[in-house]
Structures are given as C-alpha cells and as structure tokens.
C-alpha cells in the first residue's frame, strides 16, 4: 500500500502536531560508533535513527517549537501515523503506526528567523532532527 502525500499524522508526547508540521519522517544513517561488534559488522554495521522535521516557529505555551526551546535533552515519545490515525487511536493493518522515543534537540543552525514571503499566511519554519534512543517500531506489527 502506497503512502500518500497529506495524511500522515505526527503526535509527539501524545499530542497531535499535524497542523504545524510541514515534513516529519524516521531517517536511518551508520553509527559513528568507534565500536563495531562482530554481529553488528555482519547485519551490516550499527544504524541511528533519527526523527526528522520542518516545524513552524510558533512561541505559543505547547507548540512543538516551543518544547525545542524549553525540552532540550529530554526523551519524549512519538507516534507517525503514515495512512491517518483513525478517531480511535488503535494501529489497525489499514492505519498503523510507527512508535519510537527521541531525544529533544536544537537544530544546528537555523533556530528562529528566516525570509520574507508575500503570502500573509506563510509562517517561518524550523529544521529539527531529534535522535531515537532506538530503532522505532511498527503498531499492528
């Protein structure tokens, strides 16, 4: 099943972030681990998954940019809902999930500001790249 392009669905800390979140996705790179095991080596090296995502820079008390500024460091929960998330909240075959944990970081770089844009309802936005303490799952596996 192809995933489509506008119903994907972020919740961080179980709260829906959808409305001020432009792009959200788990991207896997190779650990800059200096210590690679031999079963590490032979499924093909250590991965670091990261949750990746373009924000508003909203400085309203909740909002996902103001948890960059004030949760630096701290593991939150987070749920990608790649088909929708149905009204019940329950991973279903049709609808899953993928859960992982992350860690809250700053982004390098760009924090607050950004260019002009003459479309009154253009809102500046935020590059954050939040590391997963481990590999997220699937829900319904």
């Not at 373009?54 to 909740?62: E, F, P, V």
């Not at 949760?71 to 329950?90: A, C, H, K, M």
């Amino acid at each position: 099943m192809d995933i489509g392009t506008r119903d994907l669905v972020l919740r961080v800390g179980g709260v829906d972030y959808s409305p001020s979140t432009q792009r959200a996705v788990v991207r896997s790179v190779p650990t800059s681990s200096t210590f690679v095991s031999f079963t590490d080596a032979q499924a093909g090296g250590k991965r670091d998954y990261i949750l990746a995502m373009t924000i508003h820079q909203d400085r309203a008390a909740g909002s996902l940019w103001r948890t960059v500024w004030a949760q630096r460091g701290t593991d939150v929960g987070f749920e990608l809902w790649p088909y929708g998330r149905p009204s019940n909240g329950i991973a279903t075959a049709a609808q899953p999930r993928c859960l992982g944990t992350a860690t809250v970081a700053e982004p390098d770089g760009d924090l607050i500001g950004g260019e002009p844009d003459e479309d009154p309802q253009a809102v500046m936005t935020v590059e954050v790249e939040w590391l997963c303490t481990a590999k997220p799952t699937w829900d319904p596996a």
